[in-house]
């Protein structure tokens, strides 16, 4: 069964340092991976997607995460972090381009010092 | 582009009541939309696939005469908490997906906070 790891469930950074949220999927086919943000109380925003291809993927509000087949991660970054960026980020895998169901990881609270 | 709305945005209702719940791509067409519950501090979890003009898809767990799932058009699915409790509280997301070689992600509405009391 496909699956979604998480490991920090929380992490905190001071404003204008590097960022990187780990993320490890556990997935039978060709893995359809995705980065989401939420902030308090709203919904997802697609920070980024991978179907196939370069696997260093570039996304909105600087972000970028590589796909590393060997090890099974889809690890996201950002080099240099703003206050704004807190929030909860969300890991997910799907089949199917996105079209089928995603199954999410139990996301990473960012918490950004100034 | 790729924007799906949710209304109300927060409901408050007694406990035996039911609820109805709107999710709209408001850009796009969709045929498949996804609806999600979401308790505080953890992850969101599919509850059902709603297919526009036919039956929707439960998960396991998932009781689906309790929540009924409708997606009459390529544009609305609604979701229905019928006779809630106050275990039934929580924040109910929906997404939204265009068919397969078009836009190749699910775009999330921005949720509905369901209060039972």
């Known amino acids: 069964a496909q699956s979604v790891t998480q490991p920090d469930i929380h992490i905190t950074v001071s404003e204008g340092a590097s960022l990187e949220l780990r993320c490890n999927y556990s997935?039978?086919?060709?893995?359809?991976l995705f980065w989401y943000v939420q902030s308090p109380g709203q919904g997802l925003q697609l920070l980024l997607k991978?179907?196939?291809?370069?696997?260093l993927v570039q996304g909105i509000k600087g972000f970028e995460a590589e796909f590393k087949r060997s090890q099974s991660s889809f690890n996201l970054r950002k080099p240099s972090v703003h206050w704004s960026d807190a929030a909860e980020y969300f890991c997910?895998?799907?089949?199917?381009?996105?079209?089928?169901?995603?199954?999410f990881g139990q996301g990473t609270r960012l918490t950004i010092n100034p | 582009g790729a924007v799906v709305s949710q209304h109300p945005s927060w409901v408050i209702c007694k406990s035996g009541t039911s609820v109805k719940i709107e999710c709209r791509s408001l850009?796009?067409?969709?045929?498949?939309m996804f609806w999600y519950r979401q308790f505080p501090k953890q992850s969101l979890m599919l509850m059902a696939t709603?297919?526009?003009?036919?039956?929707?898809?439960?998960e396991q767990g998932v009781e689906k005469d309790k929540f009924l799932i409708n997606h009459a058009s390529l544009t609305l699915s609604t979701l229905t908490v019928t006779s809630a409790h106050p275990e039934d509280s929580s924040f109910y997301i929906c997404?939204?997906?265009?068919?397969?070689?078009?836009?190749?992600?699910?775009?999330f509405g921005p949720g509905t906070r369901l209060l039972v009391l």
């Open positions: 709603s297919n526009e003009g036919s039956k929707a898809t439960y």
């Open positions: 997910a895998v799907g089949g199917v381009q996105g079209a089928q169901k995603l199954v």
């Open positions: 997404s939204a997906s265009q068919p397969r070689g078009r836009q190749m992600a699910q775009y």
């Open positions: 850009d796009f067409q969709a045929t498949t």
């Open positions: 991978y179907f196939s291809g370069d696997t």
């Open positions: 997935y039978g086919a060709t893995p359809y």
